[in-house]
């Protein structure tokens, strides 16, 4: 691997070398390396690009690392994971996807992302977008994912995207089964022209079952962003679900938070908040001995941390 | 030292904030009282140069810095313990004590400053100063990022505002301690004789103007009799059955 593509991998997988345990990387839309291990297994689809991740029953303190990179201007990828987690299984997964655009072709990668939970079950989903490059070609991400949350299963997912990607429409589905739970983190930077939309559906169908949505965003510049969340309680559940914007500059933020209550002891809640820095902020680091502009990037990335 | 000379805070419309304010700082502790609505608190807003002032000038160990910014007067050696502490979604309390020393700080390094404002840093470096925190937490918080900086001016807006199940001997320690190390000025604004009662110097603010300076013993026994206070009868009746 030449050293943009190492550079993608730190930035999306925090890897200097190749990981322990499962991993299969997708370099340039072609194989760059796999293994798996005795509990986790890594097959390529046969009827479309993509893999099958299969993760046995009871598997404990295992990670199966699955980063994309692409450094090839004008590449559009389309790939289909899905994950199997056998039931009891406790597992980290860490995805990402690192763009460099040194040409004029648009680069993009569209990856669709199917969990399927077993019982109690319980996964760390941590996902990371990354995008450079000093071509006129642009960088699109259009991530999917789509969750199938058994009884008990525990899905947490930590999405970051910041900066670099010029646009990006991340949709996710679920539905989440009695006792399961399933917790959302977004991050999400943009600048420039950049736009992105995060679109969210899930529908709580069980007993005891549990949606917590935390989207935190910054948009500067002339970006555009837009938060659409629904979160749907058709049985005895909680759901709650919260953005939390910076606006700078020119920027636009649309945030549409929705809840559905089809059960009498659905708990559903929203909140959505979009602002600027405080000035008070400002004023308070100031007061330490930071300039303007140092104080402001303190409050972004605390805020993004 | 600090000087201020015919400082003046006029918001427009014909209304003066401060007028025509001159004042000497050069003690070790000094502390700004008067009714509320005065304008103590603008006073240190001025010095600290959130507010510029729209007539005089401000002198700081000789140098003019009526047109500095926060910034520079920060660095040049003045610190600022806000009345109400701002809160921060997602910096922790190890990254405000960071900012404020200049230097990376660690559990020990936290533990020495937080512990002296009855925190107990394990519990709290990792912690964000949201609205978890409750308002005296907060404002120990504040006083230990003054501590951090150990700066040559600190000015602390009514530090016992909201110090619940903490003592203001230790408060007081607090401020004998700091002023042990930086040898610098400490002037604080507070209705507490307790505080008062450590003053090397008070300073008596009151509709904007300079109403008394002088030292404590002089000025201390009026102000506790409420001579002047401008207190109403019917209050200052109530307020003497309470203190009987």
């Not at chain 1, 299984?89 to 969990?115: K, L, M």
């Not at chain 1, 007061?287 to 402001?296: D, K, V």
């Not at chain 2, 007028?19 to 009282?33: C, G, Q, S, Y």
């Not at chain 2, 507010?51 to 005089?56: F, V, W």
Request: proline fraction near 2%; aromatic fraction near 4%.
């Amino acid at each position: 691997m030449d050293a943009i593509k190492l550079r993608l991998l730190k930035e999306v997988a925090e890897l200097d070398s190749l990981p322990v345990g499962a991993y299969n990387i997708r370099d340039n839309g072609q194989a760059g390396g796999r293994n798996t291990t005795a509990n986790i297994d890594i097959h390529t689809k046969t009827d479309k690009p993509g893999i099958d991740i299969i993760i046995k029953p009871g598997t404990k303190n295992e990670s199966v690392h699955i980063p994309v990179v692409i450094s090839e201007s004008g590449l559009k990828d389309m790939v289909y994971n899905d994950f199997f987690i056998g039931e009891d299984a406790d597992v980290v997964i860490i995805a990402g996807c690192g763009i460099h655009n040194a040409g004029c072709g648009d680069s993009a990668h569209d990856g669709i992302h199917t969990f399927h939970l077993g019982k109690n079950a319980r996964v760390r989903y941590v996902e990371k977008h990354y995008g450079e490059g000093e071509g006129s070609g642009k960088r699109f991400m259009n991530p999917t994912t789509v969750v199938h949350l058994d009884e008990g299963a525990h899905l947490e997912m930590e999405t970051t995207q910041i900066g670099g990607i010029d646009d990006t429409t991340r949709k996710t589905t679920g539905d989440v089964a009695a006792g399961a739970s399933l917790v959302v983190r977004e991050k999400i930077m943009t600048v420039g022209e950049q736009t992105a939309i995060t679109d969210f559906a899930v529908d709580m169908n069980g007993a005891g079952s549990s949606v917590n949505v935390i989207s935190r965003s910054v948009a500067k510049e002339k970006s555009k962003q837009e938060f659409i969340s629904r979160i749907i309680g058709s049985a005895p559940c909680a759901g709650h679900t919260e953005c939390d914007a910076i606006i700078m500059d020119d920027a636009v933020v649309l945030a549409s938070p929705q809840i559905e209550a089809r059960h009498v002891d659905a708990s559903l809640i929203h909140e959505a908040a979009i602002g600027k820095i405080a000035g008070e902020q400002l004023t308070k680091l100031m007061t330490l001995g930071l300039t303007e502009q140092e104080a402001e990037e303190q409050i972004i990335n605390g805020f993004l941390a | 030292m600090l000087e201020l000379q015919h400082v003046g805070f006029d918001v427009g419309g014909g209304r003066e904030i401060l007028h025509d304010i001159n004042l000497t700082i050069d003690d070790r502790f000094v502390a700004i009282t008067g009714p509320n609505g005065g304008g103590k608190s603008t006073l240190a807003k001025i010095i600290a140069g959130i507010y510029q002032p729209t007539s005089g000038k401000i002198l700081f160990d000789g140098v003019d810095i009526t047109n500095k910014t926060i910034t520079e007067r920060a660095k040049l050696g003045i610190s600022y313990a806000f009345q109400q502490p701002v809160r921060f979604k997602g910096l922790r309390v190890k990254d405000l004590l960071s900012l404020a020393a200049g230097k990376k700080t660690d559990v020990d390094a936290a533990c020495a400053l937080l512990s002296e404002v009855g925190l107990c840093a394990r519990d709290y470096i990792d912690r964000e100063l949201n609205a978890s925190l409750s308002g005296g937490e907060l404002k120990r918080i504040e006083i230990a990022m003054v501590l951090a900086r150990g700066t040559k001016l600190s000015i602390f807006d009514e530090p016992e505002a909201g110090i619940d199940l903490w003592s203001f001997n230790n408060l007081i320690r607090v401020f004998e301690k700091m002023h042990a190390e930086t040898q610098g000025n400490i002037l604080i604004i507070s209705h507490q004789e307790r505080i008062l009662n450590i003053a090397d110097t008070i300073v008596v603010v009151k509709a904007g103007e300079l109403a008394a300076v002088g030292p404590r013993a002089e000025l201390l026994p009026d102000l506790l009799s409420g001579v002047d206070s401008g207190t109403c009868s019917v209050l200052a009746d109530k307020v003497e059955g309470v203190r009987a």
